[in-house]
C-alpha cells in the first residue's frame, strides 16, 4: 500500500499530468474548422482544403476536398510526379544513330538543351564535336505548339513559350538595351527579325512580336536603361535549323525519318536540377516539354496526351478522384482536381523521393525561395512550409508540406477559385492559416 506521501505525490503527478494534457495544442478537427469559418476572406468564393497527417497517414481537417477546382501550377505536381515515375537521374538529351559518314538525331524535348540557367551542354557537344555529317530528323512531335486549352491572346507575353521537339534557349527571345543604349536581342540570329514601327505607339515602351510570325516591333521613343524583355518566338521546323547552324557553327542537314529501334541516347542535365528549375521559379516551358521527355522514353513520337493518358492509368489510379489533367504547366484552364487528390500526390511525390530533405530542397520554400520566397516568414531562420503555388486569373492556390513548431509533418492543399479581391489578399490569407497552424500545433 502506498503511505500518505506517496500518495499525495501520486495524486499530485495525475493532476499535473492532466493540466499539461489540457494546455498541450492538439490538431483537431473542430479547431481548424472554427479557424476557417471565423475567415471572412475565405468564405467569399469557393475555397478548398486537405490537411493530412504524414506520421499517421490520416486527415485532420476538409473543406470541400472532393470538389474540383482550377489548380494552375499546381499542374506541376503531377507532371513532377510523372517524370520521378518515367525519367532516371538525368534528363534525356538527344536520340541518334552513326549510318556511315553521318550522325542522324532526333529530339527528346528536352528543355534543358542550351537552356538560359541549367546551361545543359552535352548533347550540343556531340552535335559541335563530332567530325561526321549531322542531320537533323524532325516531325517526331505529334502535338500543337500551344497545350490545350491555351489562351492565345498570351502570346508575347514570357511564360507561354511554344512546345517544340527540339527547343533552343528556352523558345524564348530576350530583348535588351546594352550599354549603348541600343536594343538587341538574344539570340543575336533573331536581330534580323526586330525593326522599328513608327505606327506602333504604345504607352510606353514595349516590343510586340506578330501572333503569326516572328516580326518584332518596338515603337519610336528612347529605350529605358536595363530594359529587358522575354517574348517567345514563333517556333518552326525551319526556325529551330537556322538557330542550331548559327549555334553549331556548321551545316545541320533536314531529314524526317522515323526513329530506329538501335537509336542512342545522350543524357543532358541532372534531372534534379531540371525538377527544381522547373518547381521554384514555376517555369511552364520545362513543365511542358518534360511530358514530352517522357513520351521519349515509352513511345516512337513525343505526345503530352499520351503520356498524360499513361500516367492517369498506371501511376495515378489509386487517387481519391480521377483527375481531369489537360497539360503539363497548368495554363490550361480544363485542367481539374481536387483538394484531396493533391495530398494523396503528395504523398505519393515523398514516397518516390524518400529523402525529406531533398524534395524540400526541390520544391518553393517559404522565406528562402521560388514563388513563396516572399509571402512566409521563416521561424528565426528555419523555414516551415515548402509548397507550389498556382496562379491564374480570380485563382491561387498552394499544395505542399507544413512542418509544425513541434515536429508535425502535415500535408495541404489550399485552393482559391474564382474570387474578386486581389490576389494578394488571397496570398496573404493563406499564409496567416497556414503560419498559425505551424505556430500552435
Request: proline residues 5%; positive net charge.
Amino acid at each position: 500500500m502506498l503511505n500518505k506521501g506517496c500518495f499525495r505525490t501520486f495524486y499530485l503527478l495525475i493532476i499535473l499530468t492532466a493540466t499539461f494534457q489540457a494546455c498541450t495544442p492538439k490538431l483537431q478537427k473542430g479547431s481548424v474548422k472554427k479557424l476557417f469559418k471565423q475567415s471572412a476572406i475565405v468564405n467569399d468564393h469557393f475555397t478548398g482544403f486537405a490537411l493530412y497527417d504524414l506520421d499517421k497517414q490520416q486527415m485532420i481537417y476538409e473543406l470541400n476536398s472532393d470538389k474540383y477546382f482550377t489548380p494552375a501550377s499546381n499542374t506541376k505536381l503531377y507532371t513532377f510526379y510523372t517524370c520521378l515515375r518515367m525519367l532516371g537521374d538525368s534528363i534525356p538529351g538527344l536520340q541518334y544513330v552513326n549510318r556511315g559518314d553521318s550522325l542522324i538525331f532526333w529530339g527528346t524535348g528536352d528543355p534543358s538543351f542550351l537552356q538560359t540557367d541549367l546551361k545543359a551542354v552535352k548533347a550540343y557537344n556531340l552535335l559541335k564535336n563530332t567530325t561526321q555529317n549531322i542531320y537533323y530528323s524532325y516531325g517526331r512531335y505529334t502535338g500543337t505548339f500551344y497545350g490545350d486549352g491555351w489562351p492565345y491572346g498570351d502570346y508575347n507575353d514570357y511564360y507561354q513559350a511554344e512546345i517544340t521537339e527540339l527547343p533552343v534557349e528556352d523558345n524564348v527571345a530576350i530583348v535588351y538595351a546594352d550599354a549603348a543604349g541600343e536594343l538587341q536581342v538574344k539570340p543575336g540570329f533573331l536581330k534580323r527579325y526586330l525593326r522599328r514601327d513608327d505606327t506602333y505607339k504604345p504607352g510606353s515602351f514595349f516590343v510586340q512580336r506578330d501572333i503569326l510570325s516572328n516580326s518584332f516591333v518596338y515603337p519610336n521613343m528612347p529605350v529605358p536603361k536595363k530594359y529587358r524583355q522575354e517574348i517567345p518566338w514563333k517556333t518552326s521546323v525551319q526556325l529551330t535549323l537556322e538557330l542550331l547552324q548559327d549555334t553549331l557553327h556548321k551545316t545541320v542537314g533536314l531529314v524526317s525519318l522515323p526513329i530506329p529501334g538501335d537509336a542512342k541516347t545522350i543524357y543532358n542535365a541532372p534531372a534534379d536540377s531540371v525538377y527544381k528549375r522547373m518547381l521554384q521559379p514555376s517555369d511552364n516551358f520545362i513543365a511542358e516539354q518534360l511530358l514530352l521527355v517522357c513520351a521519349s522514353t515509352r513511345f516512337k513520337t513525343l505526345s503530352t496526351d499520351s503520356v498524360i493518358s499513361y500516367s492517369v492509368k498506371h501511376y495515378l489510379s489509386d487517387l481519391p478522384d480521377k483527375p481531369q489533367w489537360a497539360d503539363g504547366s497548368g495554363l490550361s484552364r480544363k485542367d481539374l482536381f481536387t483538394p484531396r487528390d493533391m495530398v494523396a500526390l503528395l504523398n505519393k511525390i515523398l514516397a518516390e523521393v524518400k529523402d525529406e530533405k531533398k524534395l524540400h530542397g526541390m520544391m518553393p520554400i517559404g522565406g528562402v525561395a521560388g514563388t513563396i520566397r516572399s509571402a512566409y516568414k521563416t521561424d528565426n531562420g528555419v523555414p516551415f512550409v515548402w509548397a507550389k503555388t498556382g496562379t491564374l486569373a480570380n485563382n491561387h492556390n498552394q499544395s505542399g508540406y507544413l512542418v509544425t513548431r513541434k515536429g508535425k509533418r502535415l500535408a495541404f492543399s489550399f485552393m482559391n477559385n474564382n474570387f474578386t479581391r486581389p490576389t494578394r489578399e488571397i496570398r496573404d490569407e493563406m499564409v496567416r492559416i497556414m503560419t498559425y497552424l505551424h505556430d500552435n500545433y
